[in-house]
């Protein structure tokens, strides 16, 4: 079985899905990586309301916080471990439309006339908040300050963005936003000699993430606000489940669709209250919107570390993997008792059009 999967103009694709890369090994090594960087618990971040010129306060810290992986990092731990036997990166590639043939396989079709036929296709392709707010955290040996600006029409609208999405801008312009806050935040937002300025693009709450043999991961999916630091996270626990289940001994190209309609029911609800939660967050740490600016700085606190309490659940992406699994397994079964018969996902309540085939 072949999958293609297409990120930022780039392809990846593998004759077994199943086999280009180990979970375990790569696993293994990032649980190294994380212990040799980070030996020590790590707190979370203190929050601290500096809109005034005469001092900020210090009013909650979260008692947790992640453990990172730098994207390059996590990056090289991936190309290392995928067979390069059976796992092939094509580079510069941009995907103008695909046909899904009679016999279910999709033929790929690029700008540069190329294309290339598969019978799985994953979108995974990335997008680069009156309230402010700036945040700092390491990365390495350097400390990475991110300043952010949510931008409402009257009616509490964002308006259309229509400039680039990223661009180097003086840190000075940065500074300029805060001026008349705390006067060692705004010296220190003006150390830099220059800075990156992103426009932060989400995708809206989508009915669905698959349909046939075709779906979505990522911020393809999904792309949230950066305010809880999981978009990323989000799109690596979609990659999890999407890889289990398609990479399962049983798994045929005609089981596809199941596959990605199980992977759909797993995830969607999961990573979409994720965003909710991000952008509900942003905005708070802004003192934005009704609920933020009826609460004392204690009560903010409180509701800012509660939101956060999930995130020390043991092993919540095994878990969801538990449930893909089981509905994998009893769909699977249904198939093979009554192929002619459309099947009902567990839990879903309703019935899908599609006819199971298996083998």
Same mark, same amino acid.
């Given at each position: ?41 790590v ?8 809109d ?40 510069n ?23 290339? &036929? $598969?019978?799985?296709?994953?979108? %995974? ?6 309230? /402010?707010?700036?945040? *700092?955290? @390491? +990365? ?5 300050m ?48 220059a ?28 792309a ?17 489940i ?9 798994? &045929? $190209?005609?089981d596809?669709?199941? %596959? ?6 797993? /995830?969607?609800?999961? *990573?979409? @209250? +994720? ?9 708070t ?68 059009a ?6």
């Amino acid at each position: 079985m072949s999958c293609v999967l297409l990120k930022a103009y780039d392809v990846l694709h593998g004759q077994k899905a199943r086999t280009a890369i180990s979970f375990e090994d790569v696993a293994a090594v990032v649980n190294e990586y994380l212990l040799a960087a980070n030996s020590t618990p790590v707190r979370g971040p203190v929050l601290r309301k500096s809109d005034t010129p005469s001092g900020g306060t210090d009013f909650s810290q979260i008692p947790h916080g992640p453990r990172l992986v730098p994207r390059d990092a996590l990056l090289d731990i991936l190309h290392t471990h995928a067979d390069t036997g059976r796992c092939h990166i094509k580079t510069n590639k941009k995907m103008k439309s695909y046909i899904q043939e009679d016999s279910g396989s999709l033929t790929l079709l690029f700008e540069d006339g190329s294309d290339f &036929t $598969a019978d799985v296709l994953i979108g %995974a392709d990335g997008w680069c908040g009156k309230g /402010r707010h700036v945040t *700092s955290n @390491t +990365v390495r040996d350097d400390i990475q300050m991110t300043a952010y600006d949510n931008v409402f029409d009257a009616d509490g609208v964002a308006p259309p963005f229509d400039g680039p999405w990223v661009a180097e801008v003086p840190s000075s312009q940065i500074a300029e936003r805060f001026a008349g806050w705390e006067p060692d935040l705004v010296d220190l937002l003006q150390v830099p000699t220059a800075a990156s300025r992103w426009a932060v693009h989400v995708v809206h709450p989508l009915p669905t993430f698959a349909t046939d043999r075709v779906c979505l991961i990522g911020d393809a999916a999904h792309a949230m606000t950066p305010h809880q630091g999981l978009g990323g996270g989000q799109g690596v626990e979609d990659a999890y489940i999407l890889a289990r289940l398609l990479g399962r001994p049983e798994m &045929t $190209a005609s089981d596809v669709p199941q %596959a990605l309609k199980i992977y759909d029911t797993v /995830r969607r609800p999961a *990573s979409q @209250t +994720v965003s909710r939660q991000s952008l509900v967050n942003g905005l708070t740490y802004g003192f934005f919107g009704v609920e933020a600016k009826a609460l004392s700085l204690p009560e903010i606190g409180e509701e800012l570390v509660e939101s956060c309490r999930w995130l020390l659940q043991d092993r919540g992406a095994e878990k969801e993997w538990l449930k893909a699994k089981s509905a994998l397994a009893a769909a699977l079964e249904r198939c093979k008792d009554d192929p002619a018969s459309p099947n009902l996902l567990p839990g879903t309540g309703h019935r899908e059009a599609t006819v199971c085939h298996h083998g």
